[in-house]
């Protein structure tokens, strides 16, 4: 079974947002880079928060079909990095989100509105 990107994108928002992720942007980055086509950025206010995030993230990308590439960061939860091929995830704990602030280093990237 496959996923494709966007509807791969939209379950990991939803997975991170029951988990009360803050701060969630997806950056579309086709046309922009090759690394992947999107990037989910969030933050959580703490190790455990963080941690509960990326492993719900990881479980739905699973059960929709997803294959999970790599998963760092995850014994200190302070940015855990889970790559699932098209989509890329990256969950912060707040601090180091914006001592990172990687949204703008991809400032050309789309933001994708949520409906």
């Not at 922009?32 to 206010?45: E, Q, R, T």
Request: glycine residues 6%; hydrophobic residues 45%.
């Amino acid at each position: 079974m496959s996923i494709s990107p966007d509807k791969l994108m939209s379950v990991i928002v939803d997975a991170a947002e029951d988990k009360k992720a803050m701060n969630l942007v997806t950056l579309d980055l086709q046309g922009v880079s090759l690394i992947a086509d999107y990037f989910v950025i969030c933050h959580g206010n703490s190790e455990p928060q963080v941690q509960a995030i990326a492993t719900e993230i990881k479980k739905v990308a699973e059960q929709n079909g997803a294959r999970v590439r790599g998963l760092e960061g995850m014994d200190t939860a302070r940015w855990v990095l889970v790559d699932l091929g098209d989509v890329i995830v990256h969950v912060f704990h707040r601090e180091d989100r914006e001592y990172y602030n990687i949204e703008r280093l991809w400032s050309d990237a789309k933001v994708v509105e949520r409906v």
